[in-house]
Every structure is written in C-alpha cells, then in structure tokens.
C-alpha cells in the first residue's frame, strides 16, 4: 500500500504529530509537518519543568521508536519519569533532527487556513477529489502546500481557557493580565521571584491546578510568606484528589495523594464553589470577585494563576467541513467516550480513525486537540489515534479497525473520589474500544448486553 506521492499534511511537532509522520513515513507515504514554533515539541517546551505523570514507557510512540532505533537512539528507562523538557530533548528532538523524519519537517511555519484547493467549504462537486490547500505563514509572509490528507495535531496548549466561570473572561481580567498567568508557570524555576512571599490563588482543580499548588508549597518552605488559596468551581475538592493507589499511573495517583494531604492538614486556603466573575484592583492587590461588583464574595491576592485547561484552535479550520460536539468541541463520536459530564474515569477506551474522521474525507483531528476542551487526553491514546488514522489514510482498513492498545485505569469512575474506589469502579475502564456507542466503556458495554444498567461510568 506505499504510495510516495500520496502527501499527509500534518499540522504541528508535537508528540503526536510526530509520530503520525513517523507511522505516515513508514507506511510509504509522504509526510509534510508544517510546525509553527522554532523546533519540535514547542509547546511541550512551554511547560519543560513539570514532572510527567506518565512514564517514559507509556510516551514513546512505536514507529517512532523504529526510527530512532535505525538512528542509533539510547532509550530511555521505560519506569522513569521524564519533565517536559527530557521529553523533548531525549525523544522528539533526536526523531526530528536524527531520524529519516527530519527532511519532512518545517518549522517557523504557522498554519493559518485549510482549503479544498479552489473550492470554498459551500461547494460540494469535485470536493472529494480536490486537494488540500494548507496556507502557512513562515515570516516572509503567507505561502501554501498541497496535500492529499490533513491531520491537525496542533494541540491546545497556546489556547488556555479564560478565568470566567461561564467560560469566557472574567470582567476585568485583561486589564490586570500582568498579575494573571495560565497553565502551569514554573513557580520553582524562572517565576520564582514573581510568586516568592505573594499570595497567589490558584483557580482549576485539574493536574495543572494541583502541581501548582504543590510547587507553590515548596516554594513557601524557602519563602514562608508565601501563601496559597486554592480556587475550585466545583463544590467538592475531594474530586480532584483522583484515584490515589489505584491510579494505574502510580505519579499521578501520588500527586493526588500529596495534594490530599496538603488539602486535610489545612496547607492551603480552599475556596470550593468559586465561580469567578470580575477581577479588579484593590489597594495593590488583585480583587478576584465570584458574584455581583459591588459586593459578592472575593479573594484578595498578589497573582492569580489560571488552570482552568485549554481549548482548541478551530480559526483555520473555517472552510473545512466539520462536525464536533457543540459542548466539548471535539469529533463528535469522541464526545460520548469522553464527556466530563457523562463520564468521570480519567481513563478513555481506546479509538482511531472511525470516531476521528470528519465530514471532509481526508481530514481527521488527533493528538491532544481532538480532545477539544475534555481535560483527560493521554499521549499513548494519541499514538494509538494515528497509527488508526494512518492506516485508514493508506487503505488499510483492517489496521485502522484494530486497536492495539489498552490504557491504564484511574480508579475513579462514577465520581469515587480517594479511598473510595470500589472494585467496581476501579475496573470499570479501559479495553479494547467497545462498538456500542451509548456505552461509556468496556465494562459498561459488557454490563448493558446482559440486561443490566451498566457500570455506572455515566450516572
Ligand atoms: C503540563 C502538562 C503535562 C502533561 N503531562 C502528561 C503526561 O504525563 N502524560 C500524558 O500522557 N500526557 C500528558 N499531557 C497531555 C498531552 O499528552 C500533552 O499535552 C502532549 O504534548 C499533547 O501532544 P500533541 O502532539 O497532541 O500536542 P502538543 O504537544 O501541544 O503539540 C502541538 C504542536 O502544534 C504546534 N502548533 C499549534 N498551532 C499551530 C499552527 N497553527 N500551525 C503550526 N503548528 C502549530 C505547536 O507549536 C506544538 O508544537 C500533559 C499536558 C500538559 C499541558
């Protein structure tokens, strides 16, 4: 099934748009990853100091593994867990600058647009057999490459969500945006003199969130006036604890057993239910308000750091024809299996192609923005979504049915929060991708074909 003139577009030099060059090289094809920053992993570089829940054996994909080996590549230990930073420097850069890959990529080239070539996204005849047209800007203004696939792998990470609870930003937040900064700021690291001996609130209960609280705890230890307030939409911080000991990724279940502990022994302050709405300035300090200006309940701090997660950029994808969740803004067969709403297991059952595919054949969403604004991606969930999409792209339909993965579990399904699993629960997710659409996962599946309500992923 080679075919060397059939060119893959992929938008982005992430772990996961690499290793669909990488599955997209070695199945014949010719891959072109257009990536916007100034080298691969840029925006895992963003957030280089953070520890990895993940260890190195669950974030190396297998045909970019193949590869590296061909290059002479020394592997890292699969049970250690790298930062962001050896994630790039021990992994994507060699498969980017060391590998047969590294000719297929460009970098300092941002995608702005993705066309059917001379057709605007209301034309239907001929669009099947037009080509993609990716437009990109490089720095000597706008140019554009042809492509007979496009896989957006563009991830989420320059799109943080606002402070506003209702998802947009808070009134007054771009006009005190030098007190406010998103995703995870190295607070041990290059921050440390913004955050030292300030209060800082904290506003998400994700991974992000909880990593910021721990590292702003140990900063407290060098700097004891330094305080931490802990804002969290939700009404039970208990649900950001994760599934402790039964977390099959055992870094992830001790950050949230050591948040847990930081949260009971009373570390922090903890504002749950706080709804952000207004952030105003207050004698020096930030006035972050939940309720009416005048005179709602609100926080006084120095800084305010947002991990609220992220969402997906879909600007320069205008003219192409797609379809996504109106809520979570991801494909819309993705949806179910993921849906924060419906389906609290960290863990997703694997996917590929099927649920990725859009209206507009050829084009298909990966990686960490398929995800759109649900917070639970895994980067072996995205190995797994390309090597599916690069079959399919090939005409292998039967590799692109297959799923050759199983993810590890959480342990918290249907809400269970620390301590609580059952073994219920704690077995609920995971296995092979199950082919009924209303079942959440495999357990779920397994329970609904024998009659009964199923595993309760979903109440
Ligand atoms: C702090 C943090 C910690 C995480 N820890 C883990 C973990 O331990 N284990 C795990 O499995 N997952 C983890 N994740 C989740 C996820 O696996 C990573 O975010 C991963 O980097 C996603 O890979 P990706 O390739 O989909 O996207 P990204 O890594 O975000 O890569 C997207 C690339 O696209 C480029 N790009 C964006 N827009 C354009 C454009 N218009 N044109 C051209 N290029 C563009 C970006 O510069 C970037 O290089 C973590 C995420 C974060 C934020």
Redesign the pocket.
Known sequence: MSDPDKTVAV?????????AAAHALERGLRPIV????AC?????RQ?AH?R???PWG??IDKAAERLLREAGWNEPDPER?PT?GE?AEQYLEPLAARTALGPHIRTH????SVVRAGLDKVKTAGRDKAPFEIR?VNGAGAESVRADAVID??????QPNPAGANGVEAIGEADNAARIAY??PDVLGGARQRYAGRTVAVLGSG??AI?TVIDLKRLQEDAPETQVVWLLRGDNPEKAFGGGAADQ?A??GELGLAFAGIVRSGGVRVEPGFRLTHVSEAGGRLRLGAGPACCGRHVLADELIVATG?RP?LS?LREMRIELDPALECPRLLAPLIDPNLHSCGTVRPHGARELAQPEPGLYL?????YGRAPT??????YEQVRSIVAAIAGDRAAAERVELVLPETGVCGGAALGSGSATASACCGGPAPTDPSACCKADEEAKAVGNAGCGCSS
């Open positions: 938008i982005g030099a992430g772990p996961v748009g690499l290793a257009l990536e916007g920053g691969a992993g840029h925006a895992v957030w953070v990895m829940f993940s669950y974030n867990y962001g994630l080239v941002r995608v702005i990109y792998a563009s991830g989420t990470w320059f995703g995870m991974h992000s990593g990724l870094a992830r992220f950029d320069f990966a990686g960490m923005k398929s991606f895994l980067m072996k969930t995205g």
